[in-house]
């Protein structure tokens, strides 16, 4: 039944008012919204969504702060060269290497630098969001595809049949997709935490590369150079199961292929009856898959992972809000300095006078 219909069934008359107003039923709605099929994955996106348009916004506005504390940003910015937002990020900017690298050349002032590795920054604080969004994507449809919720305990099935075709492919390579989009953000966010942490270490004079490129930087447990508040229980960098997990299916894929190579759903009846529709996926320890000498992949343990799925996307979202929220704290925390009129008016002759040199 269709969940419009649903809410024009949530209002009734009440009859005991004397005014005769219609009274929303609360009650009815909130059973309505429970129970409706997708309900896990509309709980996932809104996860999400607090991700990408609070935690990662928020982060974007703390590091334009720490960055240009001291000088008008605004001014500054609405000058710069548009090469420096765009050349090697960017379609927008369409020169060639050499190109850039004159452009590079000629723009000897810090404020260039500076500005450069920003974009830099930038561009990869922008990637997680696009990765939020490519998980969102994935997410709506694969489960077009196979439910989120299960009807049954395993126990109860009686019968089954196996299904392996386009439809059935397709679900398994969104499935893994949605691993491969979600676990990059780890790495990206690896990368952020460096930042944060090295930053004092640039010296603008002869920015080249940003420290996460030098340190090869990509998420592990035990990962270098980061700040130890970063390292609090109920962030990513403690190592949490959950985590472990995404890393665990997005490395198989990655590296073996997919864990299911027949790419199998399983369609299950209860005496007859069609009951639950299941991807099944490896037994797993502590968010690794069990082995025995060359073989890990083993299905004893009955884990439907399109019923699984939302629970461990819900539980790491929550952990990269904490983590995103953190590394925005630290950035607040070094942002101590007030407005130099003096800076701003120097950033603004250097850029006046690259320009000159153009002509």
Known sequence: MCIVHFFKTLFKNNKSSNDNE???DWEAYEKTVADHPLHQVFECRKLLEELSEHSIIGLYDSIDAFLFQD???EKVISNM???VCDEGISPEGSCSKVFYEKFRQKAHHPVFSKFIYYYDLWSIVAAIQDRISAVMLYMQEFYKLVPCKMNYKPEQYTSGSRHGGERETQAHVLLNS???????IFDLLSKIAVEQFM??????TNYKEMHCKKEKAMYKPNIKNIDPSLKQNGLLFTDPEVVRKFETFRNEYVHNGPWDLRSSVYYTAVDGEPADVIIYSPDMVDGH???SGSRNKFYSQNNR????LPD???DATQILIRTVEQISALYKRNTVRKEDPKLTEEYLNAIHDYYKSLV
Request: proline share 3%; glycine share 0%; hydrophobic share 50%.
């Open 305 to 308: 992972i399109n019923a699984q």
């Open 22 to 24: 219609d009274e929303f």
């Open 312 to 314: 461990m996307i819900k």
């Open 71 to 73: 000088i008008h940003f």
């Open 178 to 184: 949605i691993f491969v989009s979600y676990a990059s």
């Open 289 to 291: 898959f069990v082995t």
């Open 199 to 204: 930053f004092d270490q640039y010296d603008f």
């Open 81 to 83: 060269p548009k090469w």
